[in-house]
């Protein structure tokens, strides 16, 4: 049982257009995170919040852009995809101390 | 930087047999947490085992169980009677105050 939310869970789209890929969870962690992940591969932090107005990149150069208005949302947003932006994204969050991120299930990206 | 080192690309075990996957770490910090984390294929990233540095205890959960070498920077995990639905990549992963480094993960095959 997920309590963080990807939608599409999967999406093919043509060269150009601007997508959002949604997550959400109902936890209330204030941290969250995106990966993008190409299958069975590592994971590559792209984007990360600690809290609603706070956003940072992360590791991996990327073209995408975040926003963190409410504490449960963190959708990404890609303005111009590119067939290099065929991957899997996958969101993340976690609560303060020893906990671990939990998942959610990934949106998997086809650029055409 | 931490960085985090799985040395076995994919790794192949009997059902119920047992198997350990490798995974080091550099790092200068004395206070952190490890984790292992399982991806079936296409499905959702699960945390499998949490170990945090200040314990000198293995973690155990169930089948699973971690030998944590703290002055090896060495965190490895133990399979014990491999099922078929273990199979899955393995990723492990190391946080300290900020973010999670995951290494490169390793495929693991359960064979009947």
């Known amino acids: 049982e997920a309590d963080i939310y990807q939608t599409p869970r999967y999406l093919v789209i043509g060269t150009g257009k601007k997508i959002t890929l949604e997550c959400s969870q109902t936890?209330?962690?204030?941290?969250m995170y995106w990966y993008q992940q190409d299958p069975g591969m590592e994971l590559h932090l792209i984007h990360y919040s600690y809290g609603v107005n706070s956003t940072e990149k992360g590791d991996l150069s990327s073209e995408s852009t975040v926003s963190r208005i409410r504490t449960e949302h963190f959708p990404l947003t890609l303005e111009s995809a590119r067939p290099s932006h065929t991957s899997q994204y996958l969101c993340?969050?976690?609560?303060?101390?020893?906990?671990?991120?939990?998942f959610g299930s990934g949106t998997r990206l086809t650029v055409v | 930087a931490q960085t985090v080192t799985q040395s076995q690309p994919e790794m192949s075990v009997q059902e119920a047999e047992t198997v350990t996957l490798s995974c080091t770490y550099d790092?200068?910090?004395?206070?952190?947490?490890l984790f292992w984390y399982k991806q079936p294929p296409s499905r959702q990233m699960i945390l499998v085992i949490r170990?945090?540095?200040?314990?000198?205890q293995n973690a155990t959960e169930n089948r699973f169980s971690v030998n944590f070498q703290k002055a090896a920077k060495s965190f490895s995990l133990k399979i014990s009677d491999s099922q078929l639905g273990d199979a899955a990549m393995y990723f492990c992963?190391?946080?300290?105050?900020?973010?999670?480094?995951f290494g490169a993960g390793t495929r693991l095959t359960v064979k009947p």
């Open positions: 936890m209330g962690h204030d941290k």
């Open positions: 992963a190391y946080r300290s105050v900020n973010d999670m480094r």
């Open positions: 170990q945090e540095a200040y314990k000198q």
């Open positions: 993340a969050s976690r609560p303060g101390g020893a906990e671990g991120y939990t």
């Open positions: 790092t200068s910090e004395s206070d952190y947490y």
